[in-house]
C-alpha cells in the first residue's frame, strides 16, 4: 500500500476515536435534522475504506500529483469525512469566517422570489463583488460572490477569471458563477457559459437582464458540455442537480468545447470551470485540443462521482503533462471539492 493511503487510514483510525462536540453541519444545505448524515454508519465506512484501498494507487498518485503539501492535506481531510462524516471528522474550512458567510448573505438578501426551484427557497439579492454592483435572483450568493469558489489563491499562486481573460462556465446554473467572472474579466473579456435546463436558463436570462453591464461580457448556450456535439441527451429536472439520465422528461443537444470554439472562432480561452454533475470527465475529453493549444487555467468540480478526484486529476495531466495541479475545498461537508490546473 502505497505511503499517503496508509496516512490516510491511519487518520481515519484516529479521528474514528473522536467525537466532534462544535457545530459541523451545514443546516443551510441539509436543514437542522439531516437524515443523510444518518448514513455514516459501520457498514458505510467499511465499504468506503474498501473503495479507498482497491484505488490505493490513483488515490496515491493524485495526492503525489498537487503542487503544494496544503493540497495533500486537504485531500487526506476530504477522503476521511467521505467514509466517517461530521460525527468524526472536522474540514479545515469549519472556520469563523464559513458560518459568517452565511450571514453576510443573509443581508444580501432584498426580497423573496415568486419562483419555486429545487432544492432551495428562491430569494433576491443585491450587494457587490468586486466595486460592482450585482442584482441577483437565486439561491444563495455564498460561494460565487462571497467566498470565490473558482477563484483560487494560496501560496502565491492565483487561478482565476483575470482582466481580459477570455472564459468557459461550463455548468452555468442560475449565472451567479457568469456574473462573478464577468465582472473580474472586465471589458475586455468575455465569459461563454452553458446551460441546458431551460428553467434554469430562464432564471439566468433575468439575471442577465438585471446586470445589463455584466451581461454585455457574457454568451449563453443552451447545450450541454460533453465530449462530442450534436447528440441528444435526456436529463432529469433536479434543478441545480440536474444531469443526464435514462429515460429523462428534457432532451438537450451536446457540444464539445474544441467544436464550440472552432466553429465560434474563438480566438483564445484562458480559464475553463467546470461544474457539470458528473460530466466533466466527458467535458475534459471534449476540450482537449482546447486545453493543449491554449493550456487555459483550469476550475474542474471533482465530487460528483465517487471517483471524480482520481480520475480528473489523472486525466487532467494526460491532456497536458505540463500543468501544475491544486486541490482546494469549499464546504465543510463533501461537496464542492475544486481541482485547479494552472501551466507551469
Not at 68 to 84: C, I, M, P, Q, T
Not at 130 to 135: D, K
Not at 323 to 328: E, I, K, P, S, V
Request: proline letters at 6%.
Amino acid at each position: 500500500m502505497r505511503e499517503f493511503t496508509q496516512d490516510l487510514l491511519s487518520f481515519v483510525s484516529e479521528a474514528r476515536g473522536s467525537v466532534i462536540a462544535e457545530p459541523n453541519i451545514d443546516t443551510w444545505r441539509f436543514g437542522p435534522f439531516p437524515r443523510a448524515m444518518n448514513r455514516f454508519d459501520d457498514a458505510y465506512l467499511r465499504e468506503g475504506l474498501a473503495f479507498l484501498v482497491a484505488n490505493d494507487e490513483a488515490v496515491a498518485e493524485t495526492a503525489e500529483a498537487y503542487a503544494d503539501d496544503e493540497s495533500r492535506a486537504l485531500l487526506k481531510a476530504v477522503l476521511a469525512f467521505r467514509v466517517l462524516g461530521p460525527r468524526h471528522v472536522r474540514l479545515p474550512t469549519n472556520t469563523p469566517r464559513y458560518w459568517r458567510n452565511y450571514e453576510e448573505a443573509a443581508s444580501w438578501r432584498i426580497a423573496p422570489s415568486q419562483r419555486t426551484l429545487w432544492p432551495f427557497p428562491v430569494s433576491h439579492f443585491a450587494g457587490e463583488f468586486r466595486g460592482i454592483p450585482i442584482n441577483f435572483e437565486g439561491w444563495n450568493v455564498v460561494y460565487a460572490f462571497l467566498v470565490g469558489q473558482y477563484f483560487f489563491d494560496r501560496g502565491g499562486v492565483s487561478i482565476a477569471p483575470e482582466p481580459g481573460d477570455y472564459t468557459i462556465d461550463a455548468g452555468g446554473c442560475l449565472g451567479d458563477t457568469a456574473l462573478a467572472f464577468a465582472a473580474a474579466v472586465g471589458t475586455a473579456g468575455r465569459v461563454y457559459s452553458f446551460e441546458p435546463m431551460p428553467g434554469l436558463r430562464d432564471v439566468f436570462t433575468g439575471n442577465m437582464g438585471r446586470n445589463p453591464s455584466l451581461a454585455e461580457r457574457i454568451e449563453l448556450c443552451d447545450r450541454a458540455v460533453f465530449d462530442v456535439s450534436g447528440n441528444t441527451l435526456t436529463f432529469a429536472d433536479f434543478g441545480a442537480g440536474s444531469r443526464p439520465q435514462v429515460g429523462g422528461a428534457v432532451h438537450v443537444g451536446t457540444v464539445a468545447i474544441d467544436d464550440f470554439v472552432r466553429e465560434h472562432e474563438v480566438p483564445r480561452i484562458d480559464f475553463i470551470k467546470m461544474d457539470i454533475e458528473g460530466s466533466e470527465r466527458e467535458a475534459l475529453r471534449g476540450a482537449a485540443a482546447t486545453i493543449r493549444r491554449f493550456r487555459p487555467k483550469l476550475a474542474i468540480s471533482a465530487y460528483h462521482r465517487p471517483d471524480d478526484l482520481w480520475v480528473l486529476s489523472a486525466l487532467i495531466r494526460e491532456i497536458e503533462p505540463s500543468y501544475a495541479l491544486f486541490f482546494d475545498h469549499y464546504t465543510i461537508h463533501a461537496e464542492e471539492s475544486v481541482i485547479f490546473a494552472t501551466p507551469r
